[in-house]
């Protein structure tokens, strides 16, 4: 028991490392588990794994619509390519949405070295009733995130939240 204290004491003293430079890919700001992702980082407890370029291309479609969810501009943009212009300012009223009744699923991939294409399932509450809609886009490579969403595939989904400006 003693010996468990002084453990504690010395780790509450002992300064926690940086946070790593690259925030974790899927897990979003506004996310119940955000702060505990970015500490236990921080602290060394677990770090991130690096992920296979499906992985990466379902979680940037994922994520577009996380951003959309929590209303976060800059997390929703950062996984999109070809944004048009004046599209991001309406970003928190568009995902209003999307907060009850949230359900994003990847049915397939078909993944290339320069594109990828994932359908994906998506459910929301659209005034009061449950919408439930299937839809394929178009990926680019990205340095950053591994893979952005092409805005125009998006737009083509029919979905209400990518209509141009």
């Known amino acids: 028991m003693l010996s468990t204290l002084a453990l504690l004491a010395t780790l509450a003293q002992t300064p ?43 979680n940037a479609v994922q994520q577009v619509f996380e ?33 009850p009744g949230f359900d994003f699923e990847v049915l397939g991939l078909q993944l290339e070295s320069q594109n990828a294409q994932v359908r994906f399932r998506l459910a929301y509450r659209d005034q009061g009733k449950r919408v439930q809609r299937t839809a394929t886009v178009q990926l680019v490579p990205d340095a950053q995130t591994g893979w952005r969403v092409l805005f125009g595939s998006l737009h083509d989904s029919g979905l209400p939240f990518f209509r141009r400006a």
Request: net charge positive.
């Open 16 to 58: 926690a490392p940086q946070p790593t430079a690259q925030p974790f890919l899927d897990v979003p700001p506004c996310s119940y588990a955000a702060g505990a992702v970015a500490r236990t980082a921080q602290l060394g407890i677990f770090q991130g794994s690096p992920t296979t370029s499906a992985e990466l291309a379902r």
């Open 67 to 99: 951003g959309l969810k929590c209303g976060d501009v800059a997390w929703t943009t950062r996984f999109i390519a070809e944004l048009p212009q004046g599209y991001a300012t309406g970003i928190p009223q568009l995902g209003a949405a999307l907060k």
